[in-house]
C-alpha cells in the first residue's frame, strides 16, 4: 500500500498526486513511468513520472476513464494498491545543447522533466504547450522557469491562437536545433513529425498514450516503427518520430474509444447509486 500525501486539481479533468516512494525516487529518470492500481481488483495504469524531489513522487493524469475515475476519488491519506517503478527506457538528453520540447494537453505533463532535464544539462530550451482553451493551461510557470515558453489555444483564447505546429515551423524556419520533443495525442505527435521531417530536425515522440498494463505482455501498445513492431512500454515509450507509423496507431487506439468511455460512464453511474443508496 502507498498513501497519496498530496493532491491538487490542475483543471477539471487533471490532477497531479504525489506519493512518497525512496526506490522509485532514487531510480527515476526523464520519460520513465510507473504502474499504479487503485484497489486489489483494479487495472494497471502506467502513469509518466511527472517530477521527483527527495522521495516525492508525482504524476499528473488526466480522468478519461474507469480507473482514472477511480484513482480520481482517492484523498490525501488514503492508500493507492500497489505501485512499480520505474518502467521503460528514459529519454536520450545527452548532448542536446538547443530543443524544442512540445506537449499537447496532459501530455504537458510528461513533457515537464523532459525540458526541465534538458535545461539541468545546460541546453537552450524552449518550449511550446498546446490547449483547446485557457481554462485547460497545465504547468505554466513551471516550464517558464525552466525554458522560453509558448502557449498556444485552439480559440486563442490565451497565447497564441492556432496549433503548436504553427509555432515549431515559425521557430525552425528561423533558427537550428538539434531535437524536437513531442508528447501528447497520436494526431498532434504525427503533424509535429511531419512539419520537422523537411528540415531534417531529430524528433522524438512518446507512445505513453497508448499504453495498457506495462510489460509488453497484453499487446496493446504495439506500434510499427520503421516497419517493425515494437511495444511502447518496453522497446520505449520513446521512439523517432519520423519512423512511426502514425496512421495505423491512430487506426487501431480509436478501436477502444467507445469500450472505454462507455466503462467509464458504467463506473460513474453506479457510483452515483451508491451515494443515493447511503
Request: glycine content about 8%; charged content about 30%.
Given at each position: ?9 490542475l ?5 497531479r ?13 526523464p ?10 481488483n483494479?487495472?494497471r495504469?502506467?502513469l ?5 524531489n527527495g522521495?516525492d ?6 480522468i ?6 477511480e484513482?480520481?476519488k ?9 505501485v512499480?517503478?520505474?518502467l ?5 538528453i ?7 520540447v ?5 501530455g504537458?505533463a ?7 532535464a534538458?535545461?539541468?544539462k ?21 516550464f517558464s522557469?525552466v ?5 498556444t ?6 497565447g497564441?491562437h492556432?496549433l503548436?505546429t504553427?509555432?515549431l ?11 524536437v520533443?513531442?508528447?501528447?495525442p ?7 513529425a511531419?512539419?520537422t ?6 524528433t ?15 499487446g ?7 516497419g ?15 519512423k ?9 487506439n480509436?478501436?477502444?474509444?467507445a469500450f ?11 457510483c ?5 443508496v447511503?
Amino acid at each position: 500500500m502507498t498513501k497519496i500525501i498530496r493532491k491538487e486539481a490542475l483543471n477539471d479533468s487533471i490532477i497531479r498526486i504525489t506519493i512518497s516512494d525512496q526506490d522509485i525516487a532514487c531510480h527515476a529518470k526523464p520519460g520513465q513511468f510507473a504502474i499504479l492500481r487503485v484497489n486489489s481488483n483494479g487495472e494497471r495504469i502506467p502513469l509518466t513520472i511527472h517530477n521527483v524531489n527527495g522521495n516525492d513522487v508525482s504524476f499528473i493524469y488526466q480522468i478519461v476513464g474507469r480507473s482514472t475515475y477511480e484513482l480520481s476519488k482517492l484523498e490525501v491519506g488514503d492508500d493507492i494498491e500497489d505501485v512499480c517503478g520505474p518502467l521503460g527506457k528514459p529519454t536520450e538528453i545527452d548532448g542536446v545543447k538547443k530543443a524544442i520540447v512540445i506537449g499537447g494537453g496532459a501530455g504537458s505533463a510528461i513533457a515537464y522533466p523532459i525540458a526541465k532535464a534538458l535545461k539541468d544539462k545546460g541546453a537552450d530550451v524552449t518550449s511550446i504547450l498546446g490547449f483547446r482553451n485557457k481554462d485547460l493551461i497545465i504547468l505554466e510557470k513551471e516550464f517558464s522557469d525552466v525554458s522560453k515558453l509558448y502557449i498556444t489555444t485552439d480559440d486563442g483564447s490565451y497565447g497564441v491562437h492556432g496549433l503548436v505546429t504553427n509555432v515549431l515551423k515559425d521557430l525552425i524556419e528561423k533558427d537550428d536545433y538539434d531535437s524536437v520533443y513531442a508528447i501528447g495525442p497520436l494526431i498532434m505527435m504525427k503533424y509535429v513529425a511531419l512539419t520537422t521531417k523537411d528540415k531534417n530536425v531529430k524528433t522524438i515522440v512518446s507512445m505513453n498514450p497508448i499504453m495498457v498494463d506495462g510489460t509488453g505482455m497484453c499487446g496493446g501498445c504495439r506500434v510499427s516503427v520503421d516497419g517493425k513492431i515494437r511495444f511502447a512500454c518496453v522497446d520505449g515509450p520513446d521512439f523517432d518520430g519520423h519512423k512511426v507509423d502514425f496512421d495505423e496507431t491512430i487506426k487501431r487506439n480509436n478501436f477502444y474509444k467507445a469500450f472505454e468511455r462507455e466503462d467509464y460512464d458504467n463506473v460513474k453511474h453506479n457510483c452515483n447509486l451508491f451515494k443515493e443508496v447511503k
